[in-house]
C-alpha cells in the first residue's frame, strides 16, 4: 500500500459516499434562480408570468440534464456496492473548481467514472496509421467530445498521484446516448466508452485482485471530499 494510502484519522467525509449529482443539482438550482430573478427585475409586476411563459435556458438546462445522468448513474452503481465494491460520488478534485462524477474501487484497481447524457452514437474515428501519426476522436453524433477523453485521463492521473500502484482506469458512461443493439463499446486512449449497462457488468466482474478496498476507499474519500 502507498504510504498515501494509511487511513486518516476517524473523519466524518471518510465515511460518506457522497450524493451522485448533488453539485450539479445545485449549480442547476443557482443558474435557474439568477435567471428567474432577471426575468423578474425585468418584467416587474408581471414577473411571476413571464417565469411561468419562458422557457429554460439551454446552458441552465444542460446542468439539470447532466444532474439527471449522474443520479440514475449513481443509483445503478449503489445497487452494486457490496462487501467488495465500494462507490464514492461527486468528488472535488483539491486546488481545482472540477470534481469527479464517481469512482469505484474493487480488488482488482479503482475506476474513475464520467457519467455524460448526451444525444447521439458514441464512436471512435481513427485518422492516420502505418505512415501518419494515429488520431483517435471521440465523436457523439456530430459532435467532436475528444475533449472529454482529455477530462478523464486527467482525473485518472490525480487519483494515480494518490493511490500510487494501484491500477486506475478511465471511464466515460454515456447514459440514454443512441447505442447500437450488437457491440458499440470501445476504448480510447485507455479510457473505456460504454454506457451504464455495460460497466456495471464490467465491475461486477472485478473479483479478482489484492487491492484493499477499504482502505482506499478511505483514503480516497478523505483526498477527494464530497462536492
Known sequence: MSPDLEPPGDEPSANESGVAGSS???????????D?????????HFGGLAVALSDERQHTKSWDRG????????ARLNALAADGLAVLHDRRIPGSKAN??????TPGGIWVIDAKRYKGRPELKIDGGILRPRVETLVVGRRDCTKLVDGVLKQVDVVRDL???VPVTGVLCFIEADWPLIGGAFSTRAVHVLW????????????????????????IASRFRSA
Do not use: F, N, S, T
Open 67 to 74: 444532474a439527471i445522468g449522474e443520479e440514475r448513474l449513481g
Open 24 to 34: 450539479a443539482r445545485r449549480e442547476y438550482e443557482r443558474r435557474k434562480a439568477k
Open 163 to 165: 493511490v500510487g500502484d
Open 36 to 44: 428567474e430573478e432577471k426575468l423578474r427585475e425585468k418584467w416587474g
Open 100 to 105: 469527479i462524477d464517481h469512482i469505484a474501487i
Open 196 to 219: 451504464p449497462k455495460r460497466l456495471a457488468k464490467m465491475l461486477a466482474e472485478e473479483r479478482a485482485g489484492d487491492v484493499d478496498v477499504a482502505a482506499v476507499r478511505v483514503a
